[in-house]
Nanobody, 121 residues
Framework: QVQLVESGGGVVQPGGSLRLSCAASGSIFRLFSMDWYRQAPGKQREMVATDTTDGSTKYADSVKGRFTISRDNAKNTVYLQMNSLKPEDTAVYYC???????????????WGQGTQVTVSS
């Protein structure tokens, strides 16, 4: 079992910045992809950013140039730096981590509890 603890959400004005963190702990043999999703009120969940094992990243068009995903494998942590925030970024943000719990195991995905980001003047 793996646990993900998210932090860093809050309320900011348009143009402001936040950095989200997601720390994984528990039965982790190896980390693979570490991703961020969000779900705004009345909307479906969407992928915001993905960081793969080889360090490649991809972003939703709506956040390109403003958000940056990064990871620290030594700390089993993924970050999402969010700059130039817009009201449209208001959502609950969830991290999702792909891990193997044993060398012989296939990978599993685990979700964080979610952290609220509100962008409003």
């Amino acid at each position: 079992q793996v646990q993900l603890v998210e932090s860093g959400g809050g309320v900011v004005q348009p143009g402001g910045s936040l950095r989200l963190s997601c720390a994984a702990s528990g039965s982790i043999f190896r980390l693979f992809s570490m991703d961020w999703y969000r779900q705004a009120p009345g909307k479906q969940r969407e992928m915001v950013a993905t960081d793969t094992t080889d360090g490649s990243t991809k972003y939703a068009d709506s956040v390109k140039g403003r958000f940056t995903i990064s990871r620290d494998n030594a700390k089993n942590t993924v970050y999402l730096q969010m700059n130039s925030l817009k009201p449209e970024d208001t959502a609950v943000y969830y991290c999702n981590v792909e891990v193997s719990e044993n060398w012989w195991s296939t990978t599993k995905h685990y979700w964080g509890q979610g952290t609220q980001v509100t962008v409003s003047s």
